[in-house]
């Protein structure tokens, strides 16, 4: 089956710009997470969306935002640019609750990543 | 907060050598623990997983044991090839309500050679 699709791979915008990235999970997901990749910070989480409400948020600012669609698909926006936003998204999908599966015991699926390079 | 710490790298081994790559974590609760791993231009690829206590992962000749008493899931490969050379992840599951994210540690750097 397909795996995880983001669209952009590769995007390159100014300071004070605004992005949408996207974001398509593997058929029978519901569950959409989003990761910030960075040399100095590593791996951190954004936030996780199922059935299109936002459920957990990691400690980014309110210029990161998300969305969820009612076929699982997500966007995430990143408003007025800084070059610090300059990173490797991520994006996973997982079963979700209410889908027999334990949350937690089951991992994500990842997509290759949007590299987004702020200038 | 639960944490995860993965020893630093570069690791450079010859091909055919014995990895081990050490990961411990701190956690309140009864986490699930990972290994990802991450091959240049790519994103994560889940390695294996362990659910509970004593639990091994294995997957690809990759096995990790999920140790309580050690708080710790050591990632181990009896015989490395250079198509192992990555960055490897160690990660555990933080669950808040019915929502879960994941905790990664830093990376650890495998580079073999021939």
């Known amino acids: 089956k397909a795996g995880v699709t983001q669209t952009p791979r590769y995007l390159i915008k100014t300071r004070g710009q605004q992005v949408t990235l996207s974001c398509s999970p593997i058929?029978?997901?519901?569950?959409v997470s989003w990761y910030q990749q960075t040399p100095g910070q590593g791996l951190q989480f954004l936030f996780e969306?199922?059935?299109?409400?936002?459920?957990n948020k990691g400690n980014f600012p309110g210029r990161f935002s998300g969305r969820q669609f009612s076929n699982s698909r997500s966007e995430m926006n990143v408003s007025t640019l800084e070059l610090g936003d300059s990173a490797l998204y991520l994006c996973?999908?997982?079963?979700?609750?209410?889908?027999?599966?334990?949350?937690?015991?089951?991992?994500?699926?990842f997509g290759s990543g949007t590299r987004l390079t702020v200038v | 907060g639960d944490s995860v710490t993965q020893m630093e790298g570069p690791v450079t081994l010859s091909e055919e050598a014995f990895l081990t790559i050490n990961c411990t974590y701190t956690?309140?609760?009864?986490?699930?623990l990972f290994w990802y791993v991450q091959y240049p231009g790519e994103g994560l690829q889940l390695l294996l997983k362990?659910?509970?206590?004593?639990d091994k992962g294995s997957n690809k000749g990759f096995e990790a044991t999920y140790r309580k008493e050690t708080t710790s899931f050591h990632l181990e490969k009896g015989s490395v090839q250079v198509s192992d050379s990555a960055v490897y992840f160690c990660a555990l599951s933080d669950q808040v309500d019915s929502s879960y994210k994941l905790i990664f540690g830093s990376g650890t750097r495998l580079l073999v050679r021939p």
């Open positions: 058929s029978g997901h519901r569950s």
């Open positions: 956690a309140t609760g009864y986490p699930s």
């Open positions: 362990a659910t509970k206590a004593d």
């Open positions: 969306y199922f059935s299109e409400t936002q459920r």
């Open positions: 996973a999908s997982s079963l979700g609750p209410g889908q027999g599966a334990r949350l937690g015991n089951y991992g994500y699926t």
